[in-house]
Structures are given as C-alpha cells and as structure tokens.
C-alpha cells in the first residue's frame, strides 16, 4: 500500500513541475516586464514552452528527481534538483545561442526562469519532506505510548547525537523518548536539537533536575581521557549507560 502511495505522489509531484515549468516562465517575463504581457510576448513565450518543457522534463527524468522517496529529502535531493535545473537552462541557452530562431526572451527573463525552476522545484520536495517529519513527532509525541516510553539522555550534542535523536524521533514504535542532551560545548547550551534541549555540561550529570531511565554516550570522536570521565559519571549515576562506537570501530567489526 505505501508503494503505491509513493508511486501516486511520484506522478502528482510530476504534474506539480510541469506545472512550475509553465509558470516560472510566465512569473519571470511579468517580473521582468511590471507585469504586463502583450499578445506578441504571449506567443513569444508559447514558443519558448516549447523548447523548455521537453528540455527541462526529460533533464530531470534522467537526474532522479522521480525516482526518491520525498519523505527522505536530504541536501543531496536539493543539490541534484540544482544541478538538473542548472543543465537544463545550459542547454536551452547553447540552442538560443546556436539557432536565432529560438531567441525570443531576453537573458534576464531566462535567468529568473532558471532561478523559479530551481525553487519551485525544491520547495515541494522540501515541504514533503517536512509535513512527514512534523506528522511523525506528532504521532510519537501524541502516542498513547509516549508515557511509557524509557527516558533517555544523550551525552553528546555533535553530528552522532543528532543522527540518533532523528532516527529515534521518526521511528513511533521506538521504546525511548529523549529528554535531553548534554555537551561540554558551552556555545551548545541552551540551543536543542529537533527540539530537545542542550541541558548542560556533562560534568552536571549527577546533578539534574530532570528525571531519566537511560544514558546514550553518542561521543564516538572523543578522546581516551573524556571517555573515560564520562563514564565515571555514568557510573555514578547508577543508570544504565552505552556508548555508540566510532566509524572506525564499525568498520572493524565489520571486517571481522
């Protein structure tokens, strides 16, 4: 059932640029010309449709922007969506250089073309990407479930901490919820992370307000020596702790 939700949001998003690609086109020349479009400039720019559309739709065919799952949009689907809209205005500009008969809009109108396409693109795929997430905390947060989910604080507010609150957050049926994280990076505090909170430094361990079943030490890059203090403080605490290893230590596993 998900793969054809998927496969039927694949066709709307599909229709949804076809859509983009006739009016960045029409929202560039009114910008560029106070919004107003005589008959002439109206066939001008039937014309460039012409060449544009077939252009643009096959460009981003062949670059992927069909194939993701937009609930999963990352920087590198935005990147792609520019590279794409990019090549796409490169090649219609090389066939307005190469054939007069094509020049019917000035370099201004397909610069603001270019720059429409690449927004209007990536909005949608952005703002799928973040009614998805927004749905997800919702449901988790909302959960009958929620209350008795085991309480976690994470050690480490860096790239790993982050990876594992995003990860814990959009899975529901996860049998944590996070409370907090703590960093010893004083810019860090007071800031949060998919909306959980920096608390402190880690040194406070021991003294927190705040009530939690489990520690997550999510450090993998820290040294020996703050390893092993922020394990003592662990310990201290009397709650149950584990550390997520380091890439390298991955790696070493899996070459075993």
């Not at 039927?8 to 076809?18: G, K, M, Q, S």
């Not at 809009?105 to 429409?116: E, K």
């Not at 609150?165 to 949060?192: C, H, M, P, Q, T």
Request: proline share 2%; aromatic share 14%.
């Amino acid at each position: 059932m998900s793969d054809i939700k998927d496969k039927n949001r694949r066709y709307l998003v599909f229709i949804y640029d076809v859509v983009v690609i006739i009016a960045s086109v029409f929202l560039a020349y009114l910008l560029r010309y106070d919004f107003k479009i005589s008959s002439t400039s109206f066939m001008g720019l039937a014309g460039y449709l012409l060449l544009a559309f077939p252009v643009k739709t096959v460009v981003f065919y062949f670059f992927g922007l069909y194939k993701g799952m937009y609930r999963y949009t990352s920087i590198w689907d935005i990147v792609s969506v520019a590279k794409a809209t990019l090549l796409a205005a490169l090649i219609i500009n090389s066939i307005f250089l190469a054939i007069p008969f094509f020049r019917v809009l000035t370099p201004s109108v397909l610069f603001l073309d270019f720059v429409f396409t690449f927004g209007l693109v990536a909005l949608v795929r952005i703002a799928i990407r973040l009614y998805f997430s927004n749905l997800i905390i919702s449901t988790t947060t909302n959960s009958k479930n929620y209350a008795n989910k085991r309480r976690l604080l994470l050690i480490g507010a860096g790239d790993t901490g982050e990876k594992i609150a995003r990860d814990i957050l959009s899975n529901s049926s996860d049998e944590y919820k996070i409370v907090g994280f703590l960093d010893d990076n004083i810019e860090k505090i007071g800031s949060s992370i998919h909306g959980i909170p920096v608390i402190d430094r880690i040194f406070t361990l021991n003294k927190l307000s705040i009530e939690f079943d489990e520690i997550l030490i999510t450090a993998p890059g820290a040294s020996g020596d703050s390893l092993r203090r922020i394990i003592d403080e662990c310990k201290v605490s009397g709650k149950t702790f584990k550390t997520v290893p380091s890439l390298n230590e991955l790696k070493l596993y899996i070459h075993q």
